[in-house]
C-alpha cells in the first residue's frame, strides 16, 4: 500500500503523465556517480579500479596532530586520509564488522530485444513526453520452471524494458532487464521463460528476437532482524576498525536493497555518515560542496574530464 501511495502522489512531480525517474543501464539511483562528480568539482580526486587492500594508521611528525589513515591500494599506490568509508564489498577483511550471515541472492538478466516494441510506450496523455520505459510484472506462480515445486513458491519476475529513447541500444530495439528473488539456477531458468512468454504475448510483427543475453548472480547481506518493541529498526553505519589506532574513522554502509526502487534509507545512512565527519548538518548543508578556487581555462577544462 505504501509504495502504491508513493506512485499515485508522485504523478506530475517531474512532469505531465508521469511519476517516476528511471535510471540507465538496470541500476538504481546515480548516487556514486553524482558524489564522484561533486568531488571532483569540489577539487577531489577518485580512482577507479583500485580495490583497498590494507589499512593502518599513519602517524604526524607533529604530536599534536591526529594520525591519518594509510590506504595501500591494489597494484602498490598509497593515499592518506582522515576517513574511510565503503560497504563491506569496499573495505579489506580485517576492517569489516562481523559479517552477517543472512547472505541472500537474486537472479538477473540484460537483454537485447530485436524489436522496438512501440506497443508498449503509447503516449499517456497529451503533451507528455514519449514514454522510454515500462514494467511488467509475471505475478507469483504464474509461471513455473519447476514443475515439482508448488506454484506459491514460485517468486514474481519483474521485467522493466527500456526503448531506445534512453540510448541504451540502437533505434528498432529495446532492452530488457529482468529480475527474480529465485536463486540460480531456476531463477535463470525463470526469466528465460518469462521473456519468451512476453515475446509471444507482444504480438509484434516481426517477431521479436533476443541478440543478446547477459545472465547473473547478484548477492547482498540482508538487513539484520533488528526489532524491538514490535517496531523494526533499519540498518545503519557501523564504527569499525581493524586496531585502535585506527580509532572510530572507518565507516561501513549497510548494503543497498536490490529492489527496483531506491529506498530512502540509503540518503539517511549517506546522512549519517556525513555528520559523522562534518558534524550535525541542517537540510541545507547536506550534500553541498565548496566551489573551489578560480582556475584557468586549462584547469577548467581539466576538470570537466575528471582529472
Same mark, same amino acid.
Given at each position: ?9 508522485? /504523478? ?10 528511471? @535510471? ?10 553524482? %558524489? ?57 577483511? $580485517?576492517?569489516?564488522?562481523? @559479517?552477517?550471515? $543472512? ?30 520505459? %515500462? ?31 534512453? =540510448? ?33 504475448? /507482444? ?26 518493541? =514490535? ?51 541542517? =537540510? ?9 578556487? %578560480? ?13
Amino acid at each position: 500500500m505504501a509504495r502504491i501511495h508513493q506512485h499515485l502522489t508522485s /504523478i506530475g512531480m517531474f512532469g505531465p503523465g508521469f511519476g517516476s525517474v528511471v @535510471p540507465k543501464w538496470g541500476g538504481l539511483a546515480e548516487i556514486s556517480q553524482v %558524489a564522484c562528480r561533486a568531488g571532483a568539482v569540489g577539487g577531489g580526486v577518485y580512482v577507479l579500479n583500485r580495490c583497498v587492500e590494507s589499512i593502518d594508521s599513519r602517524k604526524h611528525q607533529d604530536p599534536n596532530e591526529a594520525p591519518s589513515l594509510r590506504v595501500q591500494l591494489q597494484g602498490g599506490e598509497q593515499v592518506s586520509s582522515d576517513w574511510i568509508v565503503g560497504t563491506q564489498y569496499d573495505l579489506p577483511q $580485517q576492517s569489516q564488522q562481523s @559479517p552477517s550471515p $543472512q547472505i541472500a541472492e537474486v537472479s538477473r538478466s540484460i537483454n537485447i530485444v530485436s524489436s522496438a516494441l512501440s506497443a508498449l510506450f503509447p503516449l499517456p496523455v497529451e503533451g507528455a513526453p514519449p514514454p522510454a520505459s %515500462a514494467v511488467v510484472v509475471f505475478p507469483s506462480g504464474s509461471i513455473n520452471p519447476m514443475p515439482e515445486e508448488s506454484q506459491t513458491d514460485v517468486p514474481p519476475v519483474y521485467l522493466i524494458i527500456h526503448s531506445s529513447d534512453t =540510448g541504451e541500444c540502437p533505434s528498432e530495439q529495446s532492452i530488457i532487464y529482468a529480475y527474480t528473488s529465485l536463486p540460480n539456477p531456476d531463477g535463470s531458468t525463470l526469466l528465460q521463460l518469462s521473456i519468451q512468454k512476453f515475446l509471444v504475448a /507482444i504480438r509484434e510483427d516481426p517477431k521479436p528476437e533476443i541478440l543478446w543475453t547477459l545472465h547473473y548472480t547478484q548477492y547482498y547481506t540482508t538487513p539484520l532482524a533488528i526489532k524491538s518493541g =514490535g517496531t523494526d529498526t533499519k540498518p545503519s553505519v557501523e564504527e569499525v576498525s581493524s586496531s585502535p589506532s585506527l580509532g572510530n574513522r572507518v565507516l561501513q554502509l549497510p548494503d543497498v536493497s536490490p529492489d527496483f526502487v531506491i529506498e530512502d534509507a540509503v540518503l539517511d545512512n549517506v546522512k549519517e555518515v556525513w555528520e559523522k565527519i562534518v558534524g550535525t548538518v541542517t =537540510g541545507e548543508e547536506f550534500l553541498i560542496f565548496e566551489d573551489r578556487e %578560480a582556475m584557468g581555462d586549462d584547469e577548467e577544462d581539466d576538470q570537466e574530464n575528471g582529472f
